[in-house]
């Protein structure tokens, strides 16, 4: 049975959904920061998952395992997918590859969601307005992470691995959906945040995460790490189950593409990076697109 929603449930979860897209699109400025400090995107990843595991614990109660050996499979998939699996495709990917290459490719995500979900789920699945709605947004994506230099290079590996990154977040927000009606949010989190942790370990072997690095590396290290674990993981990710329970995950991930809007805006504040008329009519593009998938959204 579907799920009703008020249309001031829906107002508020739109508005939740922005927060969130706005923090997660300043990460990669925070990200960028910590890399310069001398910290690596596993080390990253690893302190951030641990700030938000160990807030999350003191109110996901004490249950410590899912309903049956399924479910607690799903939970496994939910952390390599929303975690370790897709954190380590798309910094690899921009190790190896343009940066430009990758944000497009990950921003494919709302459009690889909507077909698998429109299969798996009629509900979900757009119609041909809303599809050129989405269409239109991500031609404002890729107006936006070119800012006016469209050189595109293909590097088979990088481009692979940040394709590989959006199947990532393509297929959480399906076992989202899955679970998501059998538990609560917070003890889904921790077990996301849990087995994400579980899952990045391997990593480690032989050189295991620097804390000293946080510790002794000054406000500009542990105020990013902070932000990364208690807001970026922790509040964000647990909001963005109650946009998926609340829009539904095709209109939720559509607001995935304000995101390099948001990186854009925080690039030029924080990094002194240029913007270009070209991006901002991208900016203006995503917006529209976004406005017509959302008005259009469903059959």
Known sequence: MEK??????????????FF?????????????VLINAGLT??????????????????????????????????????????????????????IYGYCSNVSLLVCVTPLTTAFLMGWLYPSERMNRKALLGSCVALFGVALVVFN??????????????????????TFYSVLMKYIQPRYGTLFIMRKVFGYGLLTIM???????????????????VWGNVLML?????????????????????VRATNFIYFNPVVTMAASWLVLDECITWIALLGACLVL???YCAERCRTK
């Open 41 to 94: 995107p596993e080390e990253i990843f690893f302190f951030r998952f641990v700030l938000a595991y160990v807030m999350i614990v003191p109110f996901a109660g004490r249950r410590l395992f899912m309903n049956s050996v399924r479910d607690e499979l799903v939970a496994i998939a939910l952390g390599l997918t929303g975690g370790s699996l897709y954190f380590i495709t798309e910094n690899t990917a921009l």
């Open 202 to 220: 391997p990593m480690f072997i032989g050189n295991m995460p620097r804390w000293d690095m946080v510790i002794d590396g000054g406000a500009a």
């Open 229 to 249: 674990g208690c807001v970026a993981s922790m509040l964000c990710f647990t909001l963005w189950n109650y946009v998926l329970d609340r829009l539904g995950t």
């Open 148 to 169: 006016g230099n469209f050189v595109l290079k293909l590097s088979p590996l990088a481009d692979g691995l940040a394709f590989a990154a959006c199947l990532c977040w």
């Open 4 to 17: 009703v929603v008020n249309k001031g449930g829906v107002v508020l979860a739109c508005v939740t959904a």
């Open 288 to 290: 529209v697109g976004m």
């Open 20 to 32: 969130v897209v706005c923090i997660w699109g300043t990460t990669f400025v925070q990200t960028k």
